[in-house]
């Protein structure tokens, strides 16, 4: 297996302008990573997603994750606000819906 992409409810109490939706988690080994298959797998599951269970969906992600905050920019998420200092700083986001209305 090379990586996952789902969705889940988090036991862990961060915001109420978080913890009342689903969170989108998104991860690949570093072998994999580069090849197209995380926006690949992750437009399937979020085009799942927007079918089946449409709303807001919100993730969290490492500030020093470049490539998975590029990826949820893709996505159609947009920052909340960031929590933490230097390499330790999380972005929560959150989408609204799927990008450009589908």
């Known amino acids: 297996m090379s990586g996952q ?3 889940f409810f988090s036991s862990a109490a961060l915001a109420e302008d978080f913890d009342l939706y689903p969170q989108a988690g998104w991860m690949l080994v ?3 990573q ?3 298959y995380a926006i690949e797998a992750a437009r399937a599951a979020h085009d799942w ?3 089946v269970i449409p709303g807001k969906l919100v993730a969290q ?3 020093a994750n470049s490539g998975s905050l590029k990826l949820a920019a893709q996505l159609g998420y947009r920052e909340l606000r960031r929590e933490g200092e230097g390499e330790t700083a999380t972005v929560f986001l959150r989408r609204d819906g799927p990008p450009g209305g589908r």
């Open 5 to 7: 992409v789902g969705f």
């Open 30 to 32: 570093p072998e994999a």
């Open 61 to 63: 992600v490492a500030a």
């Open 49 to 51: 997603f927007d079918r």
């Open 34 to 36: 580069g090849r197209g």
